[in-house]
């Protein structure tokens, strides 16, 4: 697991000096607040920029408000403009953070608003492109969806969970778990477990799953830094063969014409015709 801290408005003047100091005992995972309950974090702006001088993992989390007619989408870009008002690029936020509890007043509002509320938020965190979670525990959460567990499912199913649980030990033991129904245990990315002071500042301590931050920042750093694909080389064309020229074939001589050979007159035996003559008159005066 890797170790982790968040803070909020109560810890407005944050330095880089005690939150490095936080980071090198406790872990890298920032999550600041971007938005509370009363509106946006005045602070987010500068506090972001603190963490960032020593740590390269930060996050935010907007804590909803109920009561209001504000949509959850709407809260999360008040979020998103308060931690970016001091020049810090929100591209490079690990994740999102929609956080259901109650605070006084809360209970004002209709609870058939409550789950489109952090739907609309849900939906809003990633249009941005980035990754949004749950930050809860069984306890909240039925409080403030009382009457609704037929429609639960939506949010749980599509969503995994960072579980509140103050029990001072931090290791996502199965009691931890059991805290974060509906949630399953494969569902559990992160728990906040205890808070202390460091460099003079109260912050709040969490864990986190190995394979979540190693996903999340796998999507940071596509966001950053794109791989633009290269084209294909082109096809090597066929060379096309150039024309050769034919031979030229000699033109044949002329066949010779044969000369006709005269065909001869035919020799008429006149001595051997009288002597016929002759014989056939002979014969004619004998018999007369």
Not at 1 to 10: H, N, P, R
């Amino acid at each position: 697991m890797i170790g982790g801290g968040d803070f909020s408005t109560y810890q407005a003047g944050i330095t880089a000096a005690a939150i490095g100091t936080f980071v090198a005992m406790q872990g890298p995972i920032i999550t600041i607040e971007g938005r509370s309950n009363a509106g946006p974090s005045p602070y987010a702006g500068s506090q972001v920029l603190e963490a960032v001088q020593v740590t390269n993992d930060v996050s935010m989390y907007v804590l909803i408000n109920w009561e209001q007619d504000l949509p959850g989408s709407t809260q999360v870009v008040q979020a998103m403009e308060a931690i970016s008002s001091g020049g810090f690029d929100w591209h490079r936020l690990l994740f999102v953070a929609i956080d259901v509890e109650t605070y006084a007043g809360w209970a004002e509002s209709g609870v058939e608003y409550r789950i489109p509320r952090v739907l609309e938020a849900i939906q809003q965190v990633r249009d941005y492109g980035l990754y949004p979670i749950v930050y809860t525990n069984n306890g909240m959460w039925t409080t403030v969806m009382s009457g609704t567990p037929q429609d639960w499912g939506v949010v749980v199913h599509q969503t995994e969970v960072w579980v509140a649980t103050a029990d001072t030990t931090g290791d996502l033991s199965p009691s931890d778990i059991a805290r974060a129904q509906p949630w399953s245990a494969i569902q559990v990315v992160g728990e906040q477990y205890d808070a202390g002071v460091f460099g003079g500042y109260s912050i709040d301590q969490n864990v986190w799953s190995d394979s979540f931050i190693a996903a999340r920042r796998a999507e940071r750093e596509a966001r950053l830094h794109p791989v633009i694909p290269v084209p294909a080389p082109a096809p090597t064309p066929v060379p096309i063969p150039e024309p050769q020229p034919q031979p030229v074939l000699p033109t044949p001589e002329p066949l010779p014409v044969p000369t006709p050979t005269p065909t001869p007159e035919p020799v008429v035996n006149y001595t051997f015709i009288r002597s016929i003559v002759r014989e056939e008159l002979d014969r004619t005066k004998l018999g007369s």
